[in-house]
């Protein structure tokens, strides 16, 4: 049986077009609604065309990186393989989803946000008596511009160096690179979750043993935290990110023994404090601090590209040296939806 993607022709400039990737190109010419019911069911486009080629990434018989350079068309299908795995290392250990209320795309460099800063009287939602004028609550675009910045990492290689090195091993590295640009991407988030966005709107911060947070300076107690779980009415400190040495404080405290704490921890490796937060570690934090947050509230994030190579050197120069870059930012939603604790 013959297949139409046996047939695709694939050229560079499959990469160049501005309202759609790759990937997207490709599903135009080669949907995979039409292979239902076939052996090739659950395979998308590039994926059907590294088995036309015979390509294959990953497993101890990957083959070498030289294979997708055997002709000028499957030569095309190396960028988007490096731009998959890069990916791949951006969210395997990514925390950044469990962090952000949505995620817009935004074609463009300066992105306005929008904002509803309600009173305190407005944030009760009164009965409405008959033929009385219903409350509102207004919507209005930030003052300022969010900032995006580029993250990425320059790849050099010549293709002598690697022609015969195996796929997968190839790919350790293009994740280890994805991986650093997640932190990064990462880092700009908690920024603006502790300073804000440029929009007059920085997290309340908290410090023990000053009103309204109990305790002694420099210590962390179960009180503590249970006064800076009580600053977030209305909303909910469902998540908390921590420094190292703050992760370490609190799973010595005797209110984090709880069997079932532990069992859940041991078991899946998600910690969960008493109070209900998912608990986050990152280094990304300094020593001593801690952000809570409504994560359905507090943070968007701003994507205003994918992960994009250099396909040009990647196909005809073959490496030598490529950008791998990401283009993204953050906004915050509502400002009272995270604040910051000071140890």
């Known amino acids: 049986m013959a297949y139409h993607f046996e047939n695709v022709k694939l050229e560079k400039g499959m990469y160049g077009r501005s309202d759609r990737s790759f ?8 949907p995979s609604e039409h292979y239902r019911g076939t052996p090739l069911e659950g395979m998308d486009a590039f994926q059907r065309q590294l088995k036309r080629f015979d390509i294959k990434v990953k ?22 393989f490096v731009s998959r795995v890069v990916r791949q290392g951006m969210e395997e250990e990514s925390i950044l989803p469990d962090i952000t209320a949505t995620v817009t795309r935004f074609d463009g460099m300066d992105y306005r946000s929008i904002a509803a800063i309600p009173t305190e009287e407005q944030k009760t939602l009164k009965r409405v008596e008959e033929g009385a004028e219903i409350p509102k609550t207004q919507i209005r ?22 022609r015969f090195q195996r796929l997968d091993l190839f790919s350790v590295t293009l994740r280890q690179i994805g991986a650093y640009i997640g932190r990064m991407h990462l880092e700009d988030a908690i920024k603006v979750l502790c300073d804000g966005d440029g ?11 000053t009103k309204p947070i109990s305790g002694t300076a420099g210590t962390l107690s179960y ?20 420094s190292s ?8 405290l005797s209110e984090f023994q709880n069997p079932l704490t532990g069992l859940n921890f041991q078991g899946t490796g998600t910690l969960t404090t008493p ?65 910051v604790l000071k140890v």
């Open 199 to 209: 929009n007059k709107n920085p997290a309340q911060v908290f410090s023990v043993g």
């Open 141 to 162: 675009t930030q003052e300022n511009l969010v900032r995006l910045h580029k993250r990425g990492r320059m790849l050099v290689a010549s293709y002598e160096a690697i």
């Open 275 to 339: 109070l209900g937060a998912k608990l986050l570690r990152t280094s990304a934090l300094p020593a001593g601090t801690l952000v809570g947050l409504d994560k359905n509230y507090a943070l968007e994030q701003i994507c205003a590209s994918e992960i994009t190579v250099e396909y040009d050197k990647l196909i005809d120069r073959q490496l030598e040296r490529a950008a791998i870059t990401s283009i993204s930012g953050f906004a915050k939603l509502f400002g009272e939806a995270s604040k």
């Open 245 to 252: 040495d703050m992760m370490l404080a609190m799973l010595k």
């Open 23 to 30: 990937s997207q190109t490709l599903e135009e010419l080669d």
């Open 59 to 80: 497993g101890i018989g990957s083959d070498c990186v030289e294979k997708f350079f055997l002709n000028t068309e499957s030569a095309v299908l190396f960028p988007e």
């Open 223 to 242: 009180e503590a935290l249970v006064d800076f779980w009580s600053q977030f009415d209305p909303y909910t400190m469902n998540t908390l990110l921590v």
